[in-house]
């Protein structure tokens, strides 16, 4: 049996690609690049390479074309108080300085105001964000500030881990580095147990 979640979801979803992202522009510019670099786009290895390129930027970047706000309508009444934590959920996205990868996890918390939210839409929320050309200190506000605002929360706890290959497999060429970025609202940045707690349950495996 549907609900109004699902159907969110699913227009969400549906909203995404079709009809927004223009492929044909992408697999131009990819041709222009690959021309530029010199080699030849119509040769066997390549002669497709433009069109599955504009297909996985239509994935990158589909966040760009969806509302996040969409997957956080549906809460449930439920009187608890005490913290909620979505642990070591994974991301990908694309850093907008150089277009490359970035990947890793976020750690999201929240302390419900009577009412709670399934936690698979917590992940749907990091997925729109993600899939948007990004910088990882914004997105870990984006997520936190949205949460904060659309659950009523006491308080919103963020933390978000990260390998950026524009620093691993370019520039300084530093593999195995991390960045690491917090969002604290409310309870969570006034009350330091509360954030001390938080970043506890983070650390532990």
């Not at 549907?2 to 927004?20: E, I, K, L, Y």
């Not at 996040?68 to 990908?92: C, G, N, S, T």
């Not at 939210?117 to 917590?122: A, E, P, Q, R, T």
């Amino acid at each position: 049996m549907s609900t109004p979640g699902d159907h969110a979801m699913q227009q969400a979803d549906a909203a995404a690609v079709n009809g927004v992202i223009n492929q044909e522009k992408i697999a131009a510019g990819v041709r222009m690049i690959i021309e530029a670099i010199g080699d030849d786009p119509d040769r066997e290895g390549l002669k497709d390479t433009a069109s599955r390129v504009a297909r996985m930027y239509g994935e990158f970047f589909q966040g760009l074309h969806e509302d996040p706000r969409a997957y956080l309508q549906v809460v449930f009444d439920e009187q608890h108080d005490e913290m909620v934590l979505v642990k070591d959920v994974p991301f990908h996205s694309m850093c907008e300085h150089h277009l490359l990868p970035f990947h890793g996890r976020v750690h999201a918390a929240y302390i419900p105001r009577g009412r709670v939210v399934g936690l698979s839409k917590i992940a749907r929320v990091i997925e729109v964000f993600a899939r948007r050309p990004q910088v990882q200190e914004r997105m870990t506000a984006q997520i936190a500030d949205l949460l904060i605002d659309e659950l009523d929360a006491h308080g919103v706890g963020i933390v978000v881990e990260a390998s950026h290959t524009c620093m691993t497999m370019r520039g300084v060429k530093k593999p195995g580095s991390l960045m690491v970025t917090s969002a604290m609202r409310g309870s969570f940045k006034t009350d330091q147990a509360t954030r001390s707690e938080f970043m506890s349950l983070v650390v532990s495996r």
